[in-house]
């Protein structure tokens, strides 16, 4: 069965950094496009950052270019996202995403961004 494990989240001061892991298992990692999704309370899900199959393109949203990268291994069946510069908006669920449509969600680990 498809998992999604995401971890990594946790409390972090004000232009602090934070690695993101999402670690999956029950298909093809490496023929699956990753994406990473955040999610603040009362907002819409967004995406942050996705990254083709191979790797070989990232793509990420204006506010997180720069701040934000996102990797994987496909060894590891494991895709990253790390985390430089945090500010307080940058607070959110984040949830790990499979495919395009339709894919896989992870439960979400959650980022905290505060002084």
């Known amino acids: 069965q498809v998992q999604l494990v995401e971890s990594g989240g946790g409390l972090v001061q004000p232009g602090g950094s934070l690695r993101l892991s999402c670690a999956a298992s029950?298909?093809?990692?490496?023929?699956?496009?990753m994406s990473w999704y955040r999610q603040a309370p009362g907002k819409e899900r967004e995406l942050v950052a996705r990254i083709t199959s191979a790797g070989g393109s990232t793509t990420y949203v204006d506010s997180m270019k720069g701040r934000f990268t996102i990797s994987r291994d496909n060894a590891k069946n494991t895709v990253y996202l790390q985390m430089n510069s945090l500010k307080p908006e940058d607070t959110a669920v984040y949830y790990c995403?499979?495919?395009?449509?339709?894919?896989?969600w992870g439960q979400g680990t959650q980022v905290t961004v505060s002084s």
């Open positions: 995403y499979a495919g395009y449509y339709p894919g896989y």
């Open positions: 029950g298909f093809t990692f490496s023929s699956y496009a």
